[in-house]
């Protein structure tokens, strides 16, 4: 696969790649062409390795494997060693980030095979939301969390967008405008009341704000 070195380094969102379910070849192309900083977690290594992709950082606990040896065989790769088992490898590579000041990344590869990892990537989100733009992206949907402060979320979308709104534990006071199954002051909490698979109403912005809690948007697609 060819360089992906298209934009200069921060102008655009880094793009992590994750170790859960493989994306398809055409949306890894499409964030590669924007992605000036690729960052692979070394469990996908081997699977990553194989796509000639050019990879810039590879970070994880190498616990399985030899970090010099991947160096020689990737350079001028840079191999960050994170050890600290109190963090899941992605949210370490997210730290990372915002250590080297990057404003944004995309997140792939981290949806599918193991349920368990799926949760906990979505649940990390809004955990740095205010200090780095993130978004995990599959074949199927764009997730990301809404900002802490404010917690209101306004983007233009296209009639029958489909939009899932997705509480992390129970969230309250949520207004919505141009969804087709609105909110006035309501209520979601997981597993309990939902707001999957709502959908834009007419042409333009859709507003969704509330007043406690902890919120993801799922832009989804079949």
Known sequence: MSSHHVVREKQEPALIIA?????????????LEWSPTVIVLDGALDRVLPLGIKID????????????AIR?????????HTPDQLYTDLEK??????????????????TGRRADHTLVNFSILPKY?????????DDYSCIFPILPLPHKFVKWYRKDTIISLMPLGITTGITTR?????LTDGTLH???RNGSSNTVLEDGEVLVEYSEGTMLIMECND
């Open 19 to 31: 170790n859960g379910e493989a994306c398809s070849m055409e949306l890894l192309g499409q964030l």
């Open 93 to 110: 590579a997210i730290q990372y980030l915002i250590g080297e000041e990057f404003p944004a990344a995309n997140i792939i590869w981290a």
């Open 190 to 192: 997981l597993g309990y």
């Open 72 to 80: 020689q065989s990737q350079y001028p790769v840079k191999v960050v």
């Open 129 to 137: 939301a205010d200090k780095i733009s993130l978004k995990i992206i």
């Open 178 to 182: 141009n969804l087709l199954y609105p």
């Open 57 to 68: 950082v590879i970070l994880g606990d190498f616990d399985r494997k030899d970090p010099e």
